[in-house]
């Protein structure tokens, strides 16, 4: 085992220390010395792939947020999470709540249980109708 020790990026208070630090590991990572904000942010372009088009390059992953109800329904903690990623700004919200293959296999009460296609298309339906705005 190394007896290196390993640096904490956030440590590295300026570009010029994160690419010193970069090179002494024989690591080639791009980095510019200036962070772009705003609408120049390369993160505020759209990209276009496929034919399809994100307005921005900022995406919320899929999660899981354990705070369904004992049904499996979204509770109002789970609608509110995602207004909230609605509204954050990100061009792509990626995927959704996490569900179990069976009752027993949930990580928690709360947790969806798997369902047939047509009661899944259901509960997504409705959910959707409630973030969308109309």
Not at 31 to 56: F, H, M, W
Request: proline share 7%; glycine share 10%.
């Amino acid at each position: 085992m190394s007896s290196s020790t390993i640096v904490r990026v956030p440590s590295l208070k300026n570009a010029s220390r994160f690419k010193e630090h970069v090179h002494s590991l024989g690591v080639v990572i791009p980095c510019d010395e200036t962070i772009l904000t705003g609408e120049d942010s390369p993160l505020r372009q759209p990209l276009v792939r496929g034919g399809y088009t994100i307005a921005n390059r900022i995406a919320v992953q899929p999660m899981e947020g354990w705070d369904g109800t004992h049904e499996g329904n979204p509770s109002e903690a789970t609608i509110r999470r995602w207004l909230h990623f609605g509204l954050s700004g990100a061009g792509l919200i990626w995927g959704g709540e996490a569900v179990a293959v069976s009752h027993e296999g949930r990580a928690k009460p709360g947790k969806a249980p798997q369902l047939t296609r047509k009661r899944s298309e259901q509960r997504h339906t409705r959910f959707l109708r409630i973030l969308r705005p109309t």
